[in-house]
């Protein structure tokens, strides 16, 4: 990538800024598959992917099934001293619902579920007409900005995480059986993970703003 000597309206409009060191540079088309780093950190700036819109549209509609299949299903089931015991995943999100815990029983909510769900959902909202070779649907730009916007706090994976955390600590005082909402919930956060890897926000951007 190269840095910009001069700047006119067209080379304003080319310019991508690192998002670690602020550099500017002038972008350029890079061939799917390869990576345009910066400069400077050579922190990956353009990275585009064969096929990236069909397949972030597909990852993301599947992340959606599988979303509500965890919030349907049981999540966890504990059996200790004859008693036994499930749990939904919006009873884990609201088991802290009283008094001065609310506030933290919305929050996980909203990092563990609705966060991702709204994200994904606006990937869908933007690129779907791309896909169709029509032109961005409205507000279509802003979708796409809260998308990118809610990538540092959708925390499904860090809840997930936690989840195998506490299962490790209490395995040896009940018995403990992941229902069908845990794998599901499991593999969403994997396929949250994959989409990711095809979020070209530069290739995405350019993609929108040229069928405008
Ligand atoms: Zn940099």
Not at 13 to 35: E, F, K, M, N, T
Request: glycine residues 4%; positive net charge.
């Amino acid at each position: 990538m190269s840095t910009p000597t001069q700047f006119d309206d067209a080379a304003l409009r080319d310019l991508i800024a690192c998002p670690r060191c602020d550099l500017l540079h002038r972008s350029h088309r890079v061939a799917d598959g390869c990576v345009g780093r910066c400069k400077r950190c050579h922190t990956p700036l353009i990275m585009p992917r064969a096929q990236a819109i069909p397949r972030i549209i597909a990852l993301s509609l599947t992340v959606l099934i599988l979303l509500v299949g965890a919030l349907y299903f049981p999540f966890l089931e504990l059996n200790a001293g004859g008693f036994s015991n499930s749990a939904s995943l919006l009873d884990a999100a609201t088991a802290f619902n009283h008094g001065l815990l609310i506030p933290l029983s919305g929050a996980v909510a909203a990092f563990m579920v609705l966060l991702p769900a709204v994200r994904v959902a606006s990937l869908v909202y933007a690129l779907v007409p791309l896909l169709f070779h029509q032109p961005p649907a409205r507000y279509s730009a802003y979708a796409l900005r809260l998308a990118n916007r809610l990538r540092p706090w959708a925390m499904a994976e860090i809840f997930i995480i936690g989840v195998v955390v506490a299962l490790v600590k209490i395995v040896d005082l009940a018995d403990v059986t992941p229902g069908p909402a845990f794998w599901a919930f499991s593999v969403m956060v994997i396929i949250l993970v994959l989409n990711d890897t095809y979020m070209c926000r530069w290739t995405l951007w350019n993609a929108l703003t040229a069928r405008r």
